[in-house]
């Protein structure tokens, strides 16, 4: 694609456009260095600091980055999708998505994950989850003083099974949401419906279904693990 004058309206919406344009069709390539800010107002036809404002935004997209010194410039930054797990991140910190949203996409997201880990899952990747079910087992007679511990080796499993499904779509998603939800469980210590033996007698079952191939075990447990966690906090939140 190649750059043209800008538009006088939102001029610097239409500078990032095109250059996001530019970026997303080839014409400029991870590693690039987009041209100078001279060469761009001669383009664009945009003053310099309406450009370094262009050029801001593209950077909190994670689009470019902006280096200085003798070798500065605007280079276009390697796609990855820290950018969406940092926003889900802060999304979840912030109670800006409810609980039960959440567990409601959990449980449609992650039964389809359970599938396709039965369908990938090794011998070694199967000793590894029951070693982390195993590791489980000293929190169960802490009480509360043993839900922390628990609810950290937790997302060892979950990230281990993210692993196993080898799908870079449930590791930008999944991961984030398991490694900001232990907010609401720590507030779940003292209530008898989540005692930790209830969660280690729900990973024994859906660990030997992906041992065993039992798609359907894995898929109802996980989603029964699911629910019991959400009916507490939401009846919890309601109390409040």
Same mark, same amino acid.
């Given at each position: +694609?190649? *750059?043209k004058k800008a538009q006088k309206e939102s001029l610097v919406q239409n500078i990032v456009a095109q250059i996001e344009e530019a970026i997303f069709d080839g014409t400029y390539k991870a590693g690039d260095k987009l041209p100078s800010l001279s060469r761009l107002h001669d383009i664009l036809g945009a003053s310099q600091g309406t450009l370094r404002e262009a050029f801001r935004i593209l950077a909190q997209k994670g689009l470019i980055e902006v280096k200085l010194g003798s070798k500065g410039g605007?280079?276009?930054k390697e796609s990855n999708s820290k %950018?969406?797990?940092?926003?889900?991140a802060l999304l979840i910190r912030q109670g800006k998505i409810s609980y039960e949203d959440l567990a409601e996409f959990r449980k449609v997201v992650e039964?389809?994950? +359970?599938?396709?880990?039965?369908? !990938?899952? @090794? =011998? !070694? $990747?199967?000793?590894k *989850?029951?070693?982390?079910? =195993?590791?489980?087992?000293?929190?169960?007679n802490k009480g509360s003083d043993g839900w922390s511990d628990f609810l950290n080796i937790e997302v060892q499993i979950r990230? =281990? *099974?993210?692993?196993?499904?080898?799908?870079?779509m449930y590791e930008a998603v999944l991961i984030p949401i398991h490694e900001n939800i232990i907010t609401y469980g720590r507030k779940l210590a003292k209530? !008898?419906? @989540?005692? %930790? $033996?209830?969660?280690f007698h729900d990973w024994s079952q859906i660990i030997e279904a992906v041992s065993s191939g039992d798609v359907d075990t894995a898929v109802s447990v996980t989603k029964r693990h699911i629910d019991r966690y959400v009916k507490v906090i939401s009846a919890q939140m309601a109390a409040k």
């Amino acid at each position: +694609m190649l *750059l043209k004058k800008a538009q006088k309206e939102s001029l610097v919406q239409n500078i990032v456009a095109q250059i996001e344009e530019a970026i997303f069709d080839g014409t400029y390539k991870a590693g690039d260095k987009l041209p100078s800010l001279s060469r761009l107002h001669d383009i664009l036809g945009a003053s310099q600091g309406t450009l370094r404002e262009a050029f801001r935004i593209l950077a909190q997209k994670g689009l470019i980055e902006v280096k200085l010194g003798s070798k500065g410039g605007a280079y276009v930054k390697e796609s990855n999708s820290k %950018p969406v797990a940092e926003g889900l991140a802060l999304l979840i910190r912030q109670g800006k998505i409810s609980y039960e949203d959440l567990a409601e996409f959990r449980k449609v997201v992650e039964a389809g994950l +359970m599938r396709l880990v039965i369908q !990938k899952a @090794t =011998q !070694k $990747d199967v000793e590894k *989850l029951e070693g982390l079910l =195993q590791k489980l087992k000293p929190c169960l007679n802490k009480g509360s003083d043993g839900w922390s511990d628990f609810l950290n080796i937790e997302v060892q499993i979950r990230k =281990q *099974l993210i692993r196993i499904s080898e799908n870079s779509m449930y590791e930008a998603v999944l991961i984030p949401i398991h490694e900001n939800i232990i907010t609401y469980g720590r507030k779940l210590a003292k209530d !008898k419906e @989540t005692r %930790p $033996d209830k969660a280690f007698h729900d990973w024994s079952q859906i660990i030997e279904a992906v041992s065993s191939g039992d798609v359907d075990t894995a898929v109802s447990v996980t989603k029964r693990h699911i629910d019991r966690y959400v009916k507490v906090i939401s009846a919890q939140m309601a109390a409040k």
